[in-house]
């Protein structure tokens, strides 16, 4: 099974932040990776897929980049509503594991 | 616009068994595989099963692989998930989701991403 880590596991951020959230595999997987916005008590919602294609709807200020086994979800410009948990998935291969988590919450 | 509503859910004892239903509309059911993911309390999400569109293939997690079924009723646009054995570590909260590759057209694929996802649906796994 494909491995998954992501880092920071929380962080503090304020209105206006660049945020950076990362997320490593443990095998090449092409650009299979997709990102998810979770808020408490609600289902996932899809940002990013294909590492670093934005879903309809999503806002631009969203944006997913790649590098070997290395992803990346950046928010430019962070929002009230943007204050989740933040997820990483691989879709490579089955199982289609998930990362661990990134909570950002309010500084 | 496309929406799924699981049901089924509830407090099961160890060992017991317990079938749930994601019923969709909205879209044409038939053309997408449909997922399941579970989110225990408190804690990340994890992937469990997957059934192809047409219902010719079908993945699990090892942690269910023996112990769930994945299976689909076109003809009533329900997904389902029976689970049997049912272990104290089965307890979360069980949502269907939609894969994001639209199947109608001959370039079909299994995406793995998931682009519409119900609210979900309790399982409480306690004696």
């Known amino acids: 099974d494909i491995q998954m880590t992501q880092s920071p596991s929380s962080l503090s951020a304020s209105v206006g932040d660049r945020v950076t959230i990362t997320c490593r595999t443990s095998?090449?997987?092409?650009?299979?990776l997709n990102w998810y916005q979770q808020k408490p008590g609600k289902a996932p919602k899809l940002l990013i897929y294909?590492?670093?294609t934005l879903q309809t709807g999503v806002p631009s200020r969203f944006s997913g980049s790649a590098s070997g086994t290395d992803f990346a979800l950046t928010i430019n410009s962070l929002q009230p509503e943007d204050f989740a948990t933040y997820y990483c998935?691989?879709?490579?291969?089955?199982?289609?594991?998930f990362g661990p988590g990134t909570k950002v919450d309010i500084k | 616009q496309a929406q799924l509503v699981e049901s089924g859910g509830g407090v099961v004892q160890p060992g017991r068994s317990l079938r749930l239903s994601c019923d969709a509309s909205?879209?044409?059911?038939?053309?997408?595989?449909m997922h399941w993911v579970r989110q225990a309390p408190g804690k990340g999400l994890e992937w469990v099963t997957v059934?192809?569109?047409?219902?010719?293939?079908?993945y699990y997690a090892d942690s269910v692989r023996g112990r769930f079924t994945i299976s689909r009723d076109d003809s009533k646009n329900t997904l389902y998930l029976q689970m049997n054995s049912l272990r104290i570590e089965d307890a979360a909260v069980y949502f269907c989701?939609?894969?994001?590759?639209?199947?109608?057209?001959?370039?079909?694929?299994?995406?793995?991403?998931?682009?519409?996802w119900g609210r979900g649906t309790m399982v409480t796994v306690s004696s």
């Open positions: 095998q090449t997987i092409s650009n299979s």
């Open positions: 909205g879209f044409t059911f038939s053309n997408y595989a």
């Open positions: 294909a590492s670093s």
């Open positions: 989701a939609r894969d994001s590759q639209d199947c109608s057209s001959t370039n079909c694929y299994l995406s793995g991403s998931m682009d519409v």
């Open positions: 998935q691989q879709s490579y291969s089955t199982p289609f594991t």
């Open positions: 059934i192809l569109y047409d219902g010719s293939n079908k």
